[in-house]
């Protein structure tokens, strides 16, 4: 899959040191001109759904699930590649220098109505719920919400980036 961007989160981040490698998929659904996307009602931005690819998981099976969990979708199938985005960060853990996330970015299709989430506790804590949008009124609110907020939120510049693709 193709790179999109390379994006350091920190500055003097040891690319050569013990890394934390986390994979995940994230969902580009167009429907009717809008796109779904999760809003956070705690931080007032917007995510692709997706998330982490657990063991044994292809990207596939890690995709539907996560549309599933977070949008109370099914998926009908990966009609193509966007691109991947790589970030890095200090890792939290003491016994790693590195924390390196890998987005894989599928454009998907959908059937039926959205229905029941099943949440973990974290995104219920962060009021997550599926959200129809026009592409840029998402980029428009993630943008603000980045210029305000701090650093803490390091995946909204990511998903402005992949907002920007879509609009070009």
Known sequence: MKLLKTIYHEENINLQGRTILREAVRGIIFQEGNLLMVYSSVNGDYK??????????????????????????EMKQIIGELGKMISYAHALEEDFDTFKMTSYYYFCKI????????????EKDLGFHPKWVDVKTALETNKKVLAESNPALWWVGREIFVLERLLS
Do not use: K, V
Request: proline share 3%.
């Open 48 to 73: 692709f759904p997706g998330g982490g690819i657990d063991a044994g998981e292809s990207h596939h099976e890690a995709l539907s699930r996560e549309i599933r969990e977070e949008c109370g979708a």
């Open 111 to 122: 059937q039926g109505e959205l229905g029941a989430l099943a949440l973990d506790d974290y």
